[in-house]
């Protein structure tokens, strides 16, 4: 419930979601004299979600303050594809919304407002949907993402089903990707995460042209899935889905002319380009808001938005494998790109997943036969022309 007499804040976040939700856990931790508020239509912080993460896409540092929140943990996972299947040894971690909302809940107290509507965001001030008005210094937008022609989309659409079984999975670590799936909607693969001998997250992904999302095709192929593997589902404990947006190209700069707001999460286009993850941008910048001297919507916006900025040059290499894997190779065999990634080293998947690679990862991801014809890769080259077709269709 709002307190009625809460009406001044130093910080206020609107929309619960992860981004705000690290920002407001780094605050509370390194400047608790502030008072900041979190204002989240659900009933919840988080929703239904679950962020994973691999361990080496994170400092130690990160991966300290970040462990209360993980539930999961695994020493390794595997992939799958028809040509190629594969055990890769790099730590892999999951935070769950109900573990994000315990966590990120207990340390705002009273100032974590659910179930609240907004109607209007300013640069001082939040007016809410019984006109209450929280007035404030510093206003940071994580709402999601928002519609813009600026940038060039596909999309990564999915439904997860949390799923107690009637016998053991066998499972010891993630599945991250099987593609030995039939093809559908994309590239499609099925993400499996075993969080007890009987308990599974099975979601069926599509990498997708398109945002629209047949909920129940897919909640019926999880289940389809579940039954060739063996597996008899004896309830359906959770259901979560997500339309992630993966960026293909676009200018950043007019994308930010857009909004006059600090906004966070994937409404700062601050997520992996290839994989959609946005948990270590957001505890990235969780810490860097934290440590802002002055802590105003104008100094936060300032640091978000160079910070976008900066992570888009630094993933023009991403998005142009995007443009290759959605523009350039048949929906049908998108598979056999990811499926060619995955028999590099893993120091190179571990760079690459982590936004450090090389110059020489570069090059090796491209030498050998290419994975899609070399006419249609060229046809992708320039992030304009994929953005003006886009802003056709």
Not at 47 to 69: M, Q
Not at 343 to 369: C, H, M, N, P, W
């Amino acid at each position: 419930m709002v307190p009625p007499s809460a009406t001044r804040a130093d910080v206020v976040l609107v929309g619960g979601g992860l981004a705000n939700g690290l920002i407001a856990l780094r605050l509370k931790a390194l400047r608790p004299e502030l008072k900041v508020i979190v204002v989240e239509t659900g009933e919840t912080l988080g929703g239904r979600h679950t962020w994973s993460h691999f361990a080496t896409d994170v400092s130690e540092a990160i991966s300290a303050w970040l462990d209360p929140l993980i539930v999961h943990r695994w020493e390794g996972y595997d992939v799958r594809f028809p040509a190629h299947q594969r055990t890769l040894t790099t730590p892999y971690r999951s935070v769950t919304s109900d573990r994000f909302h315990e966590v990120v809940g207990a340390a705002l107290g009273e100032d974590a407002w659910t179930g609240v509507r907004v109607m209007d965001v300013r640069a001082d001030r939040v007016v809410l949907e019984d006109q209450r008005v929280i007035e404030t210094r510093c206003v940071i937008d994580g709402r999601g993402p928002r519609p813009a022609w600026e940038l060039a989309l596909g999309w990564q659409k999915f439904v997860g089903l949390e799923v107690e079984l009637a016998a053991p999975h066998g499972l010891t670590r993630p599945v991250i990707m099987d593609a030995t799936v039939d093809q559908l909607d994309g590239y499609r693969f099925l993400y499996t995460l075993p969080f007890s001998p009987t308990r599974l997250l099975i979601e069926d992904t599509r990498y997708a042209d398109g945002e629209h999302l047949d909920r129940e095709t897919l909640r019926e192929d999880v289940q389809t899935y579940a039954a060739a593997q063996g597996w008899t589902i004896k309830a359906v404990e959770r259901e979560e889905i997500g339309v992630l947006p993966i960026a293909l190209g676009g200018d950043i700069d007019a994308y930010w002319r857009a909004s006059d707001l600090p906004e966070v999460g994937l409404r700062a286009a601050l997520f992996q380009p290839i994989t959609g993850y946005s948990l270590p941008d957001a505890a990235r910048l969780a810490d860097e808001i934290a440590a802002l001297p002055e802590l105003t919507t104008e100094t936060a916006r300032t640091c978000v938005e160079a910070r976008s900025k900066q992570r888009w040059a630094e993933r023009a290499y991403y998005r142009l494998l995007n443009r290759m894997l959605f523009k350039a190779a048949q929906p049908g065999r998108r598979y056999v790109v990811l499926e060619r990634f995955y028999r590099l080293s893993q120091g190179l998947v571990e760079r690459f997943y982590a936004g450090r690679i090389t110059l020489a990862d570069k090059a090796r991801i491209l030498i050998g036969k290419p994975p899609v014809p070399i006419p249609a890769a060229m046809a992708v080259l320039s992030e304009t022309s994929v953005l003006q077709r886009g802003t056709d269709t």
